[in-house]
């Protein structure tokens, strides 16, 4: 446990032994520490929060290393306590300076997890650096170093709509792959000598928001398995309405009432093959009372059927279970 002290004098923080009165190095402080540095705050008066870990770390990309990916508490937490001043905002600059002097990586390894620095060999499959005209900041055993800040994940037109994005007009690919086949279209692409299909992959700068292509005369568009494909709220049309849950039999009272309903399908289950995962119906805003309506007598007038199905259903057990009053005689055999 330690307390820091701004010293007026010297423009800067001060760490103090909490039970000494120390002035101590914040060097001295980690290497009392039995755990790894991940996270170090410090705690004001009127409810003040300060991330001051750079103060404290040996290296800033190790501790990037060892956090949590799941940063929303942090930002949580940041968003309730953290009020800006003129001095934390000082402190920001100096922690800033500190983390871009950090030295290039000395390991293949410390380069996949670096902050700040990325090698060209180490992009994954779908990455790129942009824009194209960058230059390495450095090279490393003759390998180009970018900063990771270039560096972009790129996404085919399908992945992109799943966004609610849609390729831009006349847009050529940023990047292309071969397409992903199974195993028996491999071989026979092998024997046959046939050209391999690529697909095109996209940047971020390459995407308009979707646009939901409008009703005709009260046609709701489908895709090629009959669904209305809504990834995000924001592909929904202006005049219809995703009506969300189970509604069984909605199908057959739009098909008596002649109103358009289509299964709405928002993603794709996690399952060994993709499977499209399905969420109610898309539906004409103007007709949705009037099919809610009839969905809801045509499901009394359903329950109503199977409950007299039932009582007759058990009428006939019960009859059958009832003994008969009257005896058989018992027959009677005769000899000669």
Not at 154 to 170: F, Q, T, V
Not at 265 to 294: F, H, N, Q, S
Request: proline content about 8%; aromatic content about 10%; overall charge positive.
């Amino acid at each position: 446990m330690w307390i820091e002290v701004y010293s007026e004098k010297d423009k800067n923080w001060l760490s103090v032994h909490f039970f000494n009165k120390e002035v101590v190095e914040p060097k001295e402080i980690r290497t009392t520490l039995s755990c790894k540095i991940t996270y170090v705050f410090a705690f004001e008066t009127h409810d003040k929060l300060m991330d001051v870990t750079p103060r404290y770390c040996s290296l800033w990309s190790e501790v990037v290393s060892e956090r949590v990916p799941d940063k929303s508490w942090v930002e949580s937490l940041w968003k309730k306590y953290h009020k800006a001043t003129q001095l934390h905002t000082q402190e920001l600059n100096e922690f800033a300076s500190v983390i871009n002097s950090e030295p290039l990586p000395s390991s293949l390894s410390a380069f996949k997890k670096h902050h700040k620095y990325v090698l060209a060999s180490q992009l994954l499959t779908y990455e790129a650096i942009y824009p194209p005209d960058t230059q390495p900041v450095d090279t490393w055993k003759s390998i180009p170093v970018f900063l990771r800040e270039n560096v972009v994940s790129l996404y085919n037109a399908s992945r992109w709509k799943m966004e609610g994005m849609d390729i831009k007009p006349n847009e050529q690919p940023y990047k292309e792959l071969p397409k992903r086949l199974c195993r028996s279209k491999k071989r026979k692409i092998e024997e046959d000598n046939l050209p391999q299909e690529t697909v095109g992959y996209y940047g971020p700068w390459q995407v308009s928001p979707y646009l939901p292509p409008p009703t005709k005369n009260g046609m709701i568009h489908r895709n090629d398995h009959g669904n209305f494909e809504l990834f995000k709220d924001s592909m929904l049309p202006p005049d219809c309405v995703h009506l969300k849950g189970p509604y069984p039999n909605l199908p057959i009272v739009a098909k008596k009432l002649g109103i358009d309903c289509v299964p709405a399908m928002v993603g794709w289950e996690k399952t060994r093959y993709p499977c499209p995962k399905m969420d109610g119906y898309i539906v004409l805003a103007d007709k949705v009372e009037i099919l809610l309506d009839g969905w809801k007598d045509y499901q009394a007038s359903e329950l109503e059927k199977q409950n007299k199905e039932k009582e007759a259903k058990n009428k006939m057990e019960q009859k059958k279970k009832k003994p008969s009053n009257s005896k058989t005689p018992k027959k009677k055999r005769t000899g000669f």
